[in-house]
């Protein structure tokens, strides 16, 4: 009898996760953001600002931790022209303020400081691992 309502359980269970699932991927996706949450999507492209409002580049992408599921890094794309040049940046999470004025990220960090900043060019191999996060931490004054 014990099997036969672990059985039953593990049906129920397995059912209503399915009906979670699907419901998850009909839900709208502006209806899921808040003022505290916002889609990875939107927030690639955006702008970065100096703290001086100067524009100094835009969020190429995000990295995040495999097992913590945390953003470590926004990649922020800057110089260059028409992508010859193009430096990009791992700047930690935490050293981005949203400005809704600015509709963009601001960084804690001086312009000048900002290109000795650890960086790479696109077809560069840059290995994200404890050492460069160390590293990429410590430049901008952030806690690893």
Same mark, same amino acid.
């Given at each position: &009898?014990q099997n036969t309502t672990?059985?039953l359980?593990?049906?129920i269970d397995t059912?209503?996760l399915? *009906?979670?699932r699907?419901?998850?991927?009909?839900?709208p996706?502006?209806?899921d953001?808040?003022?505290?949450?916002?889609a990875?999507?939107?927030v690639?492209?955006?702008?970065?600002?100096?703290?001086d409002?100067?524009?100094?580049g835009?969020i190429? *992408?995000l &990295? =995040?931790?495999?097992?913590s599921?945390?953003v470590?890094? /926004? !990649?922020?794309?800057?110089? @260059?022209f =028409?992508?010859? @040049?193009?430096?990009?940046?791992p700047?930690p999470w935490?050293? =981005?303020?949203?400005?809704v004025d *600015?509709? @963009?990220y601001? !960084?804690?960090? $001086?312009k $000048?400081? =900002? *290109? @000795?900043?650890p960086?790479y060019h696109?077809n560069?191999e840059?290995?994200? $691992?404890?050492?460069?996060?160390?590293q990429?931490? /410590?430049y901008?004054?952030? &806690?690893?």
């Open positions: &009898m672990e059985t359980t593990q049906t059912e209503q399915d *009906k979670r699907e419901f998850d991927r009909s839900r996706l502006e209806r953001e808040t003022s505290f949450l916002i990875s999507d939107k690639e492209g955006t702008d970065v600002f100096a703290t409002g100067d524009k100094i835009t190429d *992408k &990295m =995040l931790g495999k097992r599921g945390r470590e890094y /926004a !990649v922020m794309s800057f110089g @260059g =028409l992508g010859i @040049g193009e430096k990009f940046t700047v935490e050293s =981005l303020d949203y400005s *600015k509709n @963009g601001v !960084v804690n960090i $001086d $000048d400081r =900002l *290109k @000795g900043a960086n696109r560069d840059y290995i994200f $691992d404890r050492a460069a996060g160390e990429i931490y /410590a901008y004054g952030v &806690m690893y």
